[in-house]
């Protein structure tokens, strides 16, 4: 019985990352109508960046290096996210869809070889923080707090997107373009810097998420592509355009996997996957979608 | 051949069609006029499938057909045009016809040959075209067609699916009012030839009045009068909507 | 009569010159430059079956590699479990027949999206293929792959021959001819009622609807018939490279069949066999002279997309009107 606490606590863990992977998704494809192929290669720069900083600087790291790496890695991605908005994307407001994918699929590409220029193309580990927070003892079995640590940071970067998104004027124009990009340009709202900031914002959520995971998970180039796939398949389950959806989607996800780990060992993504099909037969458009 | 009984439409609280009825026959032109905003182009969505109403009952040659599909609807014979014209942007203004005739014909499926092989198909839409006058432009793209083409081109793919009902959405509107009657005229003739009913948007009253057999009346979701032009004209409380004169 | 009409025209005789020229290739080319072309070849059948999707339907798919892959494992496939069959004639049907199978299913699941989702999914999907050929390892041969030996050719057997003689001899008859006859199956559906019928739910799905194609059916046919060609290049391809490993399943190579039908350009049925051909000799030379592949790719994808959408034969087309019509003002 307890094992099974800790694959629930586990999926927790898991739906941590994906959560602001998927929101940070979910926010760029709200506002500005894309979905950015390069989240995968923006979670990886803020893990490598996170992974970099630890291995380089936290020899005897305590818990405020982390952070400090933390705050690194979103604030690096976002500033990527920055130059590729501007560079990029802006270009192609006026072009098909299509075009849009193409140029983030190309930015995609681009990032993974820098990344790889930049960090080469060994594995980076960064178990220090993960090791240094030591373990929960829950009857016989061990939690390690590095997982609720992670679960921490992700519900403090959670409520204060939503409360840039409820509270601020920027939130609220970012809101409103969300919904009627149409109506928010004719009440004078100017889309072009917002997009820029949503965009950024989108990246600087998959740079943390990217930074959060490194203590578990060695940074390794193509890392970002598998959390690309599955924020995807969280948002189509929670829902475009939803943050409860967000929400639900990356639980749902992160326990799916968490059991299927144990039950279904190496068949992981096409259980998701599977899981996600069904979803959408009897939800076409997603749990809690409009 | 027509029946519409009791049709309301919601949209949330808001009541679109209120409990609206009346028929067609078999090759009548029937006009629906109104203010706008009375819910005309509702209505015409609702027949031809592209919104399904609240409650009530659409009948088609007896059979029921207040909730079928819009395909359903199109093999049973209802067409329509759209308002803002709705065009095959890179196709040639033959082809944008001849797709029509493809996909009634049921050989939209023929996979091999190619579409100039099929030479009565093809004769057909030149004929058509030559039907509505727009024939010297068959080889053009859409983008290079004035506006008033655009709309006859619109109503002549509509007209190519063969329906026996054919409901058009202002066809007129964007054509210089010179032309107005000629594209009238050609596309009366053409439903006329073919026997088909029609029911058309309108908002030029000498139009309607010249060309229709009937004229219905719709204010704020409900129909006030049914009946031949001169007639529904001359009632007061049309007379009231449409023109605004205080009997 | 008017079928046959259409080929009377200049430009067939031209193709129709090119293909006599190909014919001597293997006389001509060293051959690992004719492996190398057989390569293009097989990646022209299958940017055919891509562009299928995305020029005249308006899809675009980041996930065909898994397609190309289900061709490819398909013939490796019977060679480890059915080896007494391993025979062209019966190994390219079978391609083509569990191609049929898995685009089937691939496809129900993307077309039912929005166009958008539509991309990611078929990446995604793809990814899920990926996994599951890694797995797999007892059925698959897991990340190390299948071995492909040579086939019999109707009738004629091949053992202890090696590759290279094989693939300068009959199997580059063989590979040219179904290059040709796939772009001609390709040209007679993209001018067919059913390639028309596609190009419409492109422009204008809404219209599309109410003219009475089923949107959603006629995508999913779109999908197979692209699943089709590119499995078909996908098993053409694994005689060439001798083996076949999860790899071309992976997001990289779909990556790179999108990239060599837009740098051939999508615009014309050419084009992605011009980009295909040209793209394996450009991939062997950068990968030679630099480790960052990908980013050459993602930088020269961003160029086309912003400079030349349209790829070469785009160029060329717009390059040839504008002489066309200062040929025209000129003259008048």
Known sequence: MENWIIYILNGLYFASFLFLTALGLSIILGVMGILNLAHGSLFAIGAFMAAWIIGALGVHAPVSIFILALFAALILSGLMGLVLETSLIRPMYERALEYQLLITFGALLLIEDLIKMTWGGTAYYASKPFEMMGILSIGDNQYPLYFLFAMLITVVAGIGIWLIMAKTRVGIMLRAISMDREMAKAMGIRTGRLNTLAFGMGAALAGLAGALVVPTTPALLGIGMEPLIIAFIVIVIGGLGSLKGALVGSLIVGETRSIGIVLFPEIELPLLFLVAVIILVFKPKGLFGR | ?247 | MRFIGQFLRPKSFVYLGIFIVLLFMPKVLPIYQLMLFESGLTFAIMSLGFNLLLRYTGLLSFGHGALFATGAYAVGMMGRYFPELYRIEILIPVALLVSLIVSALFGFICVRHTRIFFSILALALSMVLFALLVKLYDITGGSDGLHIDLPSMFGKSFEGMRRPEFLSGAYYYFLLCTFAVSTIIMLGIVNSPFGKALQSIRDNEVRAEMIGIRVRRYRWYAFVLSGLFTGLGGALWSFVNGHITPEVAEWVFSGEIVYMTLLGGFMVLEGPIIGAILFTYLKLYAVSITQYWMFIIGATLIILVLLLPEGITGGFVRLFSRIKKSEATGAA
């Open chain 2, 1 to 247: 051949m027509l029946n519409v009984k009791n049709l309301i439409k919601d949209f949330g609280k808001l009541r679109i069609i209120n409990s609206a009825g009346f028929k067609v026959k078999e090759d009548e032109i029937v006009s629906l006029v109104g203010p706008n905003g009375a819910g005309k182009t509702t209505l015409v969505n609702l027949i031809s499938g592209h919104i399904l109403p609240t409650s009530g009952e659409i009948e088609f040659f007896g059979h029921d057909i207040t909730f079928a599909s819009p395909y359903r609807r199109i093999e049973m014979g209802i067409a329509r045009n759209f308002q803002i014209t709705n065009l095959f942007e890179n196709s040639t203004v033959l082809d944008n016809v001849r797709i029509c005739l493809f996909s009634i014909y049921g050989k939209i499926k023929r996979g091999l040959l190619p579409a100039s092989h099929y030479g009565k198909i093809t004769q057909e839409a030149v004929d058509i075209l030559d039907l509505f006058g727009i024939v010297s432009k068959k080889d053009l793209l859409p983008p290079s067609l004035s506006e008033g083409d655009k709309k006859i081109l619109d109503t002549a793919m509509a007209f190519a699916l063969k329906s026996k009902f054919l409901l058009l959405d202002e066809p007129t509107s964007g054509v210089a009012t010179g032309d107005k009657f000629k594209v009238m005229d050609t596309i009366v003739s053409a439903i006329k030839r073919e026997k088909m009913a029609c029911m058309i948007i309108e908002h030029d009253m000498d139009i309607v009045s010249d060309y229709s057999d009937r004229v219905l009346v719709l204010t704020e979701g409900a129909i006030i009068a049914d009946g031949k032009p001169k007639e529904v004209m001359e009632q007061d409380n049309v007379k009231e909507i449409l023109f605004g004169v205080r009997v």
